[in-house]
C-alpha cells in the first residue's frame, strides 16, 4: 500500500522560506511516476503547486513559480518543497500526493501557519 | 489559469441522484480527456473518485460516475447515501504541464 507523509514546520515567518519533505512509503519514487504538491488555504479549495519526475524533471503553477522549488531524494524515497518570501495567503494545509495525471494517493496534510 | 467553475452546493435526498458541474474552456476541460473528481470529507485528505473524464478506480462504487460535454464536465452520483456529504472538486489538465482545480461544491444529503 503506497502511503505518503509530510513534515516540516507548522509556523513559518513571513518573508522567509516554507520547507515540507514527503516520505513515500510501499512504493519505490525511482520505480517512475510524477509526484506532486497541492495546498488548501482554510475553508477554501484546492490549489495545485507543482510536481516532480523521478529523474528531476518539474513543471509548476505559473502563478507560483518564481518562488517555488521541488526536488526529490530517491535515496531517502523522499520529495521536497520549497516555497519563498511566504505571506499570509500562503497559510494553508499542504498536500503531497502521487501524479498520475490524476491523483490516487494523497499524504494526510500538513498545516502550515505564516505568521510573525 | 482561472479556477474551473463549480456550483457551490448540491444537495439531495438518500436514494435519490445529483450532478454537479465542472465548467472551464477549450483551453483544459474541452481540449484534453484529463478530468478528474475528487470528494472531500472534513479534515480528510481528497480521496480520488473519477479519473480520466469517467473511469472509477477501484474500489469506488458504481453509484459515481463522469462525463463531459464541451466545455463542462460532470460528476453524478445516484443512490445518495449519508456518507456522500462532502465537498467534490474537479481537477484538469490544461495544456503546458498545467493543471488545474475547480472551488468546490459541497454536497448536503438531506
Known amino acids: 500500500q503506497v502511503q505518503l507523509q509530510e513534515s516540516g514546520p507548522g509556523l513559518v515567518k513571513p518573508s522567509e522560506t516554507l520547507s515540507l519533505t514527503c516520505t513515500v512509503s510501499?512504493?519505490?519514487?525511482?520505480?517512475?511516476?510524477?509526484w506532486g504538491w497541492i495546498r488548501q488555504p482554510p475553508g477554501k479549495g484546492l490549489d495545485w503547486i507543482g510536481s516532480?519526475?523521478?529523474?528531476?524533471?518539474?513543471y509548476y503553477n505559473p502563478s507560483l513559480k518564481s518562488r517555488v522549488t521541488i526536488s526529490v531524494d530517491t535515496s531517502k524515497n523522499q520529495f521536497s518543497l520549497k516555497l519563498n518570501s511566504v505571506t499570509a495567503a500562503d497559510t494553508a494545509v499542504y498536500y503531497c500526493?502521487?501524479?498520475?495525471?490524476?491523483?490516487?494517493?494523497w499524504g494526510q496534510g500538513t498545516l502550515v501557519t505564516v505568521s510573525s | 489559469q482561472s479556477a474551473l467553475t463549480q456550483p457551490p452546493s448540491a444537495s439531495g435526498s438518500p436514494g435519490q441522484s445529483v450532478t454537479i458541474s465542472c465548467t472551464g474552456t477549450s483551453s483544459d476541460v474541452g481540449g484534453y480527456d484529463y478530468v478528474s473528481w475528487y470528494q472531500q470529507h472534513p479534515g480528510k485528505a481528497p480521496k480520488l473518485m473519477i479519473f480520466e473524464v469517467s473511469k472509477r478506480p477501484s474500489g469506488v462504487p458504481d453509484r459515481f460516475s463522469g462525463s463531459k460535454s464541451g466545455n463542462t464536465a460532470s460528476l453524478a452520483v445516484s443512490g445518495l447515501q449519508a456518507e456522500d456529504e462532502a465537498d467534490y472538486y474537479c481537477?484538469?489538465?490544461?495544456?503546458?504541464?498545467?493543471?488545474?482545480f475547480g472551488g468546490g461544491t459541497k454536497l448536503t444529503v438531506l
Open positions: 481537477s484538469s489538465y490544461a495544456g503546458s504541464n498545467n493543471w488545474v
Open positions: 516532480i519526475y523521478h529523474s528531476g524533471s518539474t
Open positions: 500526493a502521487r501524479d498520475l495525471q490524476q491523483y490516487d494517493y
Open positions: 510501499g512504493f519505490s519514487i525511482s520505480s517512475g511516476y510524477y
